[in-house]
């Protein structure tokens, strides 16, 4: 019996302590976003060809890392749709915008990409993310990016029916962004990310043991709240019925990432242990006599991510390396650097790799496009992804 009950005391604490931590910002973060970028609605006449395509794509690219990769995507692939609604190949297009726009666009800052958020969190600064995954996003996006201009150029001369102006009526409408007062509050969640990892709160409390910052919360977690509800009154409803927005994305997403962040509590524990541990072979083949292979964390963090999704992986990865945020910023910067690449980039190559995969497949498949099967995914596109891969690591 007492050792039942120590079982569920420690099941609880840890529970609650990744819940606290780490979970609920994560979610609250993914929803503030997801729910203004659903109240800006970017209209106008867009022709899918294949510039057209490559500029909204590069154009949400460099959008992700400000305004969160499941920002951008929500913002953006209403209007992609749109604009190939006419065209006959377009599965490619979205599985395009789905490496480029939902995940390897967010690489630049803790906003941006879901693990990276994640390891700002743990403490590493806010402004190491863009100066050592600049060089490395560049490399991987005109790569990709490349590959995918002559692969929307090669379908698009196969069309073989004429493409017209995607609006009912057929007259072209000047381009133009309606919502625009949510991009205020769009740049009230980046200041709340921003001051919460700067602020030093000296009010602490716990609850069931978990030691909790008293000003983080309140600041990020309120102020996120604040303009979620804030936008109800200043969004109008036809804005939020032209982009068909709907909570069952981000509801589904926060199921589906709070069983892995439950789940992936185990693993942590397991890596923690070191090369004592169960996994003392993962430990052993990151690291050797002379410190880190950074390869391999590369590889095992991207692999990992592709399957059991890129935040939690990057956090078992972080502790894996030390997890101290001072050691890892400066000394093994490269390692660092490998697990935030890894869990980034490779993130992209299934569905449930990163959280905004999953929100632009179901919106895709209610325009009505056939999206491909998870294995189906993974199979016929990723390979090309993984190949930018291979130069990285």
């Not at 999953?358 to 016929?380: L, Q, R, T, Y």
Request: hydrophobic share 50%.
């Amino acid at each position: 019996m007492i050792n039942h009950n120590i079982g569920v005391s420690i099941t609880l604490y840890e529970v609650l302590h990744v819940g606290l931590l780490e979970y609920i910002p994560f979610i609250i973060l993914l929803l503030a976003l997801f729910t203004i970028s659903g109240g800006v609605q970017l209209k106008g006449t867009l022709v899918g060809t294949p510039v057209i395509n490559v500029i909204i794509i590069l154009i949400g690219t460099l959008l992700a890392s400000w305004m969160g990769t499941t920002g951008a995507a929500m913002l953006l692939i209403r209007p992609l749709i749109r604009a190939n609604k006419d065209r006959k190949y377009k599965v490619h297009t979205i599985v395009f915008f789905i490496f480029l726009v939902a995940n390897i666009g967010g690489s630049l800052t803790p906003l941006g990409d879901p693990p990276l958020f994640l390891g700002f969190l743990k403490g590493v600064s806010f402004f190491w993310t863009t100066s050592a995954m600049l060089m490395p996003m560049i490399m991987v996006v005109c790569y990709l990016i490349i590959i995918y201009f002559l692969m929307d150029s090669y379908y698009y001369k196969k069309e073989d029916l004429p493409l017209t102006s995607p609006q009912e009526d057929g007259k072209d409408q000047k381009l133009g962004l309606e919502g625009s007062f949510n991009l205020l509050l769009l740049l009230g969640v980046i200041s709340s990310v921003l001051l919460s990892g700067f602020w030093r709160p000296h009010i602490h409390y716990s609850v069931y043991h978990v030691p909790i910052k008293a000003a983080k919360p309140n600041q990020g977690y309120f102020t996120a709240s604040f303009n979620i509800c804030k936008r109800e009154k200043v969004t109008p409803r036809k804005i939020r019925q032209a982009n068909e927005y709907t909570w069952f994305p981000i509801v589904e997403v926060a199921k589906l990432f709070a069983g892995i962040f439950i789940t992936i509590i185990p693993a942590i524990a397991i890596l923690k242990a070191g090369a004592s541990g169960a996994l003392a072979g993962i430990i052993q083949s990151v690291s050797n006599d002379s410190g880190p292979v950074n390869y391999m964390y590369f590889w095992l963090t991207g692999i990992l991510s592709s399957f059991l999704d890129n935040a939690p992986t990057y956090l078992v990865f972080f502790n894996t390396a030390g997890g101290d945020p001072v050691m890892l910023m400066g000394k093994y910067y490269d390692t660092l650097l490998a697990i935030s690449a890894g869990a980034v980039f490779m993130g992209a190559n299934t569905y449930i790799g990163n959280a905004p995969n999953f929100m632009v497949k179901s919106i895709s498949e209610s325009a009505g496009i056939d999206m491909p099967s998870f294995f189906g995914f993974f199979v016929k596109y990723s390979f090309s992804h993984s190949d930018s891969n291979i130069h990285i690591g």
